[in-house]
């Protein structure tokens, strides 16, 4: 049978369902309203290798009217400097097919130490390129407003990664005004193995350093790490405000598209908002 002679036995077919049915309205009425996004559309650019960020956002942004939308991007499994700037050429393009023609408030870029090496101007030029004048954070940027507004001076830094990233973590954070005296680190160049690292063990080592007296508030960097769900717990062991690369990024996202609600259930930081 020719494919003529198929599209015209197929519509046959389909005009004598059509005839058999007792009901068949078409152009039925409908409004439109403002979606799921009424309140706030945020985009966000995950690591091909991410196993953790987008749990963590959809339990950190669950407001209604609050709309996350997400595209991913490539990376290297390894965690280097070399690796981590590679990806600095995918972000325009990685922004470009989230909701296209779509408004957006704010996109995110999620990776910490990648913001770092690429540096949080460029994230920002290359967002820009693909979204002209959207809001732009990354988990650097955002968990240094976090930290200020939260009034911390000296922090305890928690990190997966090797000593070369974790130095330059520390540089990065005390040309910010900050001081970190108290330092700890998985030493785990794996992305997949991060995302493995238990939340018991986050907890432990978290805790044990910022139980320390040089320090008054604790950041645990990289958002394959699963931390969103002991915040908490760990603010009320030690008695001092913690964030981490996803809890930090979340605020301040919601705070970038002007949604303000305190939300304690996240910790403190969820109750505050940047001066």
Sequence with gaps: MTDAATLHDSRATAEAEKDSLAVNRTHMPFALDEG?????????????????????????????????????????????????KAMEAGLTQATSVIL????????????????????????????????????????????????????????????????????????????????VPVMGSFNEGEDPKVARIAPDSIHAAAAELG???????????CTNLRVAEIVTGLEAEIGKPVTSSNHAMAWHCLRLAGVADPLPQHGRLFTVSPA
Excluded: W
Excluded at 211 to 221: P, Y
């Design 36 to 84: 799921v996004a009424s309140r706030a559309a945020i985009g966000l650019i995950v690591l091909a290798s991410d196993q953790t960020i987008e749990t963590e956002f959809r339990r950190l942004l669950d407001l209604p009217g609050v709309g996350l939308f997400e595209s991913r991007i490539l990376n290297a499994n390894s965690i280097t400097p070399e690796t981590l």
């Design 211 to 221: 139980r320390s007296e040089l320090v008054d508030a604790v950041f645990v960097a």
């Design 100 to 179: 296209p023609g779509v408004p957006l408030d704010v996109v995110a870029y999620g990776c910490t130490s990648g913001a770092m090496v690429i540096g949080d101007d460029n994230v920002a030029a290359r967002v820009h390129e693909a979204r002209p004048g959207v809001a732009v954070t990354t988990p650097m940027a955002a968990t240094i407003a976090a930290l200020h507004t939260l009034g911390a001076k000296r922090v305890a830094l928690l990190t997966p990664y090797v000593d070369e990233i974790n130095q330059a973590m520390r540089r990065h954070i005390e040309g910010h005004g900050l001081s």
